[in-house]
């Protein structure tokens, strides 16, 4: 079956840099998507990684080892307005998307 | 401006009762997709239709009902026959292929009593 892992929760400090971990495994893999979910509000696309290594948006950077079923979000300059929960979820190989429960940030001052 | 609505945002109904969530979207996507979202869970597939007329059960397809009658449009029906209905309902859509991302709408809280 398909399995993604990641934190439940986590909180840093306005200004500071986080990195969120995503760990997967899935019958085969095109591409990992990370999603920010404000409360009680609808999931908005952050990043998109089908390849090994880094794509960097912005304060926010996204990491993908294929090989070891691994990524991680990386938020930088924290912002109050960072506080949300962070969803990973990856496409297997026959093109379903599969989500993690997603690991809730609190960014404190 | 392009985008998905689903209405109502929050939405009462008594045990027994069938109840419709609406979801539209004019971005012209082909595939939509309904997802369920429970406390400490990540989102659960429900149905997803890729082509009008067309659609496939997810995961949690019992007690649920969808038609597609146009590429705008993609109703989920909670039946009675759902044992748990209470929950947040997500709509989304994306067009057809590997990399495109899926847009969500903003969701139907839905509480049965």
């Known amino acids: 079956g398909q399995n993604i892992d990641q934190p439940t929760e986590m909180t840093a400090t306005e200004g500071a840099i986080v990195q969120i971990n995503c760990t997967y495994q899935?019958?085969?893999?095109?591409?990992l998507f990370w999603y920010q979910q404000h409360a009680g509000e609808a999931p908005t696309f952050l990043s998109y990684n089908v390849l090994d290594g880094l794509e960097e948006k912005g304060r926010f950077s996204s990491f993908l080892s294929r090989s070891k079923g691994y990524s991680y979000l990386l938020l930088k300059e924290l912002q109050m307005k960072d506080s949300a929960s962070y969803l990973c979820a990856v496409r297997d190989g026959a093109n379903n998307l599969f989500f993690g429960t997603g690991t809730r940030l609190t960014v404190i001052p | 401006d392009g985008g998905i609505t689903q209405s109502p945002k929050y939405l009462f109904r008594k045990e027994g009762q069938n109840v419709t969530l609406s979801c539209e979207q004019n971005?012209?996507?082909?595939?939509m997709y309904w997802y369920r979202q429970d406390p400490g869970q990540g989102l659960r597939l429900i149905y997803y239709?890729?082509?009008?007329?067309?659609?496939q059960k997810g995961d949690i397809a019992e007690g649920y009902s969808v038609s597609r009658e146009k590429k705008e449009s993609f109703p989920l029906t909670v039946t009675s026959a759902q044992k748990n209905p209470t929950a947040f309902y997500l709509c989304a859509s994306s067009m057809l292929g590997v990399p495109y991302e899926q847009y969500f709408g903003p969701g139907t809280r839905l509480t049965v009593t």
């Open positions: 899935t019958s085969g893999f095109n591409g």
């Open positions: 971005l012209n996507h082909d595939a």
């Open positions: 239709s890729q082509i009008v007329n067309d659609f």
